[in-house]
């Protein structure tokens, strides 16, 4: 069985990696039991989400500041790389 410690940082890697199905089925069987690393998921879970919004969020900001010509000059460079 898997510790609490170990269970949280494979849950912080599979925001960054697919786990393998060992590491999947290690950290399902841990949260059917343990309560405070189901609520450290859900809480990595709902600070990705978040961070994705405000970034979106940002970028939407930004490019309302930015005019036509310059948002197509960004986007250009940005498709040759």
Not at 48 to 71: H, N, P, Y
Request: glycine fraction near 2%; aromatic fraction near 8%.
């Amino acid at each position: 069985m898997l510790t609490c410690k170990e269970v949280s940082a494979l849950v912080s890697q599979s925001l960054d990696r697919r786990l393998s199905w060992r590491e999947r089925l290690g950290v399902r069987l841990h949260l059917f039991i343990c309560d405070a690393c189901t609520r450290f998921k859900w809480q990595m879970e709902f600070l990705r989400r978040a961070t994705q919004r405000f970034a979106r969020g940002r970028i939407e900001e930004v490019s309302l500041q930015l005019s036509d010509k310059a948002r197509d000059r960004i986007l250009r460079a940005l498709k040759q790389d």
